[in-house]
């Protein structure tokens, strides 16, 4: 009788020992959260997002659609499909493909894809090339890269240049967004 032989493939009695996997967009495991700078660091702001180990990130990933949602608990976002939902939080990351639709407050903000609605960086909001940021903006500070559009109502955060107790260096990066005229605010 077949039933009652021994089994070829025993179910082990420990489980193997678990090894990183390579995420899938190749890289090894958080090298692909924040990009570096060309010179191999990272500025301030995304120093802080990597050096909290124990953070709660949630990943909402390409073709994935939140919707009708208040995240709480969450210290990292990062968004590369569609979320329409409110937030408080530390940081957000929108990816090229990503969409955020909703009201946020957070430290700090890097877009990469599409916010839409009201968005409260209270330190810093990053504005990458590809990255689209409109309707009602504050900011402690403000970093465009060429290419990147900000567009509704923006303004400053009262005293925010002033918080960290260094003097604020304006670059072309980090020029009001009324100095870049039409392209910045519309």
Do not use: W
């Amino acid at each position: 009788m077949a039933l009652f032989q021994k089994d070829a493939n025993p179910i082990p009695s420990k489980p193997a020992p678990k090894t990183p996997s390579p995420s899938l967009l190749g890289m090894p495991p958080g090298d692909h959260d924040i990009p570096k700078k060309s010179d191999g660091t990272r500025n301030n702001a995304e120093k802080d997002v990597k050096d909290h180990p124990s953070e709660s990130r949630l990943i909402v990933g390409p073709n994935i659609k939140l919707k009708g949602v208040e995240i709480e608990d969450c210290d990292t976002l990062v968004v590369e499909g569609y979320v329409e939902a409110s937030m408080d939080s530390r940081v957000i990351e929108i990816s090229e493909t990503g969409v955020y639709k909703g009201t946020v407050e957070i430290d700090t903000a890097i877009v990469r894809g599409r916010f839409e609605g009201e968005l409260t960086a209270r330190e810093r909001l990053i504005v990458h090339t590809t990255g689209d940021v409109s309707g009602k903006i504050r900011y402690g500070r403000l970093a465009i890269d060429e290419g990147g559009r900000v567009h509704g109502d923006l303004d400053e955060l009262p005293g925010a240049g002033k918080a960290a107790g260094t003097p604020e260096k304006k670059d072309e990066k980090e020029a009001p967004a009324e100095s870049l005229g039409g392209e910045a605010a519309e």
